[in-house]
């Protein structure tokens, strides 16, 4: 069985309605090329808001049945018959959180998940923002293919990309929200960025497909680079950090699912020993 990937890499300014008319189209550029699941960055309904801690912000959160930009992608979903995962600021009573919706081929909402790792440091202050996300790693079976979903610094621990493929995950998508680091100019975490993912699709046998902005946000900049990496970590496809469009690669998930199984990895597992892993 065969699937089509998309990651979309933009610019994002810091209007709602100019952000979703472009990711839609850019959604709609990857169908017209035989996209079937296609992944816009993190939050892209404006500015990275999370540079700095200010109240004001917490009035873009909205609640899953109240948000506009959900009922959109879901339309948008149907209309194209594409999977779309699609990130977004949610307000759950007093708490909030950094989250993201399966949106399947048919518009039907699969789900929900809460972004699970919330860094906190100099322009990246999310503690201040979000929740520590309770919905655990999900993983949503698609029209085209089982697909587990991480957010942002999710992606830099290993044992995210392991419990999804434990639950079942042939795809791991990764939207993101990464550039500068405003206390230390001469810190570029491009390279590392990208290499913690590869490993990821080495060590699980598994694709990766990861969506970055691009751009400057009021004196923060983010460098792109977003990728499709196979399951043996080989680009498919891939930008640098000024590209702008969508990103389509296949993946033949029968080809997957053989080089996983003859590889090792799951059937030399020794879950008994890792114990220690799970200590705080």
Not at 16 to 32: D, H, T
Not at 139 to 149: D, E, I, S, Y
């Amino acid at each position: 069985m065969k699937v089509k990937v998309a990651a979309i890499q933009c610019s994002i300014s810091d209007n709602e309605e100019e952000n979703v008319l472009k990711i839609s189209a850019y959604v709609k550029e990857a169908a017209e090329q035989g996209a079937n699941i296609v992944l816009p960055p993190e939050l892209f309904q404006g500015y990275y808001f999370c540079r700095q801690e200010d109240e004001k912000f917490f009035s873009r959160a909205k609640t899953v049945s109240e948000s506009s930009i959900l009922r959109h992608f879901s339309s948008l979903a149907a209309d194209l018959g594409v999977a779309i995962p699609v990130s977004f600021f949610e307000k759950d009573g007093p708490h909030y959180y950094n989250s993201l919706v399966m949106m399947d081929a048919d518009g039907k909402n699969l789900g929900l998940y809460r972004k699970s790792h919330i860094p906190d440091g100099p322009g990246y202050e999310e503690k201040f923002y979000f929740r520590p996300g309770n919905t655990g790693f999900q993983v949503w079976n698609t029209r085209f293919a089982k697909v587990g979903v991480g957010i942002c610094w999710d992606q830099w621990f290993p044992e995210t990309a392991r419990s999804l493929v434990l639950k079942g995950a042939q795809l791991l998508f990764y939207p993101t929200a990464i550039g500068s680091e405003p206390h230390d100019p001469s810190l570029d975490t491009r390279h590392p960025w990208r290499r913690a993912m590869i490993g990821h699709a080495v060590s699980n046998c598994t694709t990766v497909i990861a969506a970055n902005r691009i751009g400057l946000e009021e004196g923060q900049s983010f460098y792109g680079h977003s990728f499709v990496a196979d399951y043996k970590g080989d680009f498919l496809a891939e930008y640098k950090d000024k590209e702008e469009g969508v990103l389509v690669a296949e993946v033949d998930l029968d080809k997957q699912s053989k080089y996983q199984a003859a590889f090792g990895f799951f059937r030399d597992r020794r879950p008994e020993l890792y114990e220690d892993i799970v200590k705080t």
